[in-house]
């Protein structure tokens, strides 16, 4: 069942776009230098942390800080990624290849796993207008985010741990970009924030979502999707643009950094399976 989350809440005026659309913008542009002050341990960003939440405390407003804290605290087993960084079109050459898959398909059912504040979901609808799509996230502040944006009567947003979510399979495409991954992993020799079991389980349960015939898209992972015991009933989509390099660190399925270098594919096509 798709639900249009949108109906309940208020829609925003053109001035809430324009300073969406502007703090969007600033976001996108500060990325590198946020993630430097948060994580680096090099002496003038740790000086300029605590200055800098307390800006991103009136940024986001009371109610955006208690829900993070808040997800963090009651979901901590079950974050992955805990930055809620996005914006609009990140990936275009893969939101591309989902258009042209299906191209001669109707009724289309797609999932967007950890969907931050819907950046994500509202690109690849601008894609495949017609499909049927749903973003799923942990964090109820992100999911609030997502419905002032007054999404279509084919695009709905739902809880992971609701019932609805739980329920929701026969996707033909999902999509799961820059969430299974822990930034504490990226200076480790040992993955121990977010492990190879963490990983596979996760992709595991959405396996069970998705249809034979259908993608999976993964992309900045800590690990190899073909490590997995999953990996068999898949085969990487021959289509340009699938496989790319990437100046990040590769656990195995021991969680031991074995290269600070990934060549890996992104789409992954479900074929028959017969055990």
Not at 36 to 57: Q, T
Not at 268 to 275: G, N
């Amino acid at each position: 069942m798709l639900v249009n989350a949108g109906r309940n809440i208020f829609r925003a005026s053109p001035k809430e776009k324009t300073n969406m659309g502007f703090l969007q913008t600033i976001r996108k542009k500060t990325f590198h230098l946020r993630y430097s002050v948060m994580h680096s341990r090099k002496l003038p960003f740790i000086i300029l942390k605590p200055f800098y939440l307390i800006a991103r405390f009136f940024i986001l407003g009371f109610p955006g800080m208690q829900y993070n804290i808040f997800t963090r605290m009651k979901y901590k087993k079950h974050l992955h990624q805990w930055s809620n960084y996005t914006c609009e079109d990140r990936y275009p050459e893969l939101f591309a290849i989902c258009k042209e898959f299906f191209k001669d398909r109707e009724n289309v059912k797609i999932l967007s796993f950890g969907c931050s504040t819907g950046e994500e979901v509202y690109s690849i609808h601008s894609y495949l207008p017609k499909a049927a799509i749903i973003g799923a996230d942990i964090n109820p502040y992100n999911l609030r985010q997502c419905k002032k944006k007054k999404p279509p009567k084919n695009v709905g947003f739902m809880h992971t741990f609701s019932e609805e979510y739980r329920q929701s399979k026969d996707f033909d495409a999902i999509f799961c970009l820059v969430v299974l991954l822990n930034v504490k992993n990226r200076k480790a020799n040992v993955a121990t924030e977010f492990t190879f079991q963490q990983f596979e389980k996760q992709l595991s349960e959405l396996d069970e979502k998705l249809k034979t015939g259908g993608l999976l898209f993964i992309d900045r992972t800590d690990f190899d999707f073909m490590h997995t015991s999953i990996s068999d009933r898949y085969s990487p989509l021959d289509t340009k643009g699938n496989r790319t390099v990437t100046e990040r660190p590769l656990f195995d399925a021991n969680n031991t950094k074995i290269s600070d270098k990934q060549d890996s594919y992104r789409v992954f096509l479900k074929r028959e399976y017969s055990a």
